[in-house]
């Protein structure tokens, strides 16, 4: 079947080229970031791709009181800087499966970098799942995703 029809196999290797560039790219955009013991909204984080890699930075800080953090718990270079602005999301690889995996993930309130793991809800692909790993501990949020 192949050989009388080539048109098709090479129209269905295109049409999953396109789906899945299409569907790795829904990641990339801006995400309000929401406390997961609380509920409450602390952040607009960018995530964009640099050298083919998912990276993030904090855009916006929206939790009351907080819009002018300080990294106060920093150590090094980011030592009492702005939490706005910070790049938080470092290098993270698609696996192939729309998962994104990385060794730096970075949590400024806390001043410590995770190993993590992000995927869009496959039943609500305005939800982002953020996870956090130290050692065989996790713990997961959810983001929303921001229309503007």
């Not at 939800?127 to 501990?137: M, P, S, T």
Request: glycine share 8%; with cysteine.
């Amino acid at each position: 079947m192949i050989k009388k029809h080539p048109e098709i196999l090479f129209f269905s290797i295109v049409l999953f080229l396109i789906s899945y560039s299409v569907s790795s790219q829904k990641i990339v955009g801006k995400w309000k970031t929401v406390d997961d013991r609380n509920g409450n909204p602390k952040a607009i984080v960018e995530l964009y791709k640099e050298n083919g890699l998912l990276n993030g930075r904090v855009l916006k800080i929206v939790e009351k009181g907080k819009e002018n953090a300080l990294c106060i718990k920093c150590k090094g270079d980011l030592k009492d800087k702005p939490v706005e602005g910070m790049k938080i999301i470092f290098g993270f690889e698609d696996n192939g499966e729309g998962v994104f995996k990385g060794k730096k993930l970075f949590d400024p309130e806390q001043a410590m970098t995770f190993r993590g793991r992000i995927w869009i809800d496959p039943d609500n692909s305005d939800q982002l799942k953020v996870r956090g790993y130290l050692a065989f501990l996790y713990r997961t949020q959810t983001w929303l995703r921001v229309v503007d």
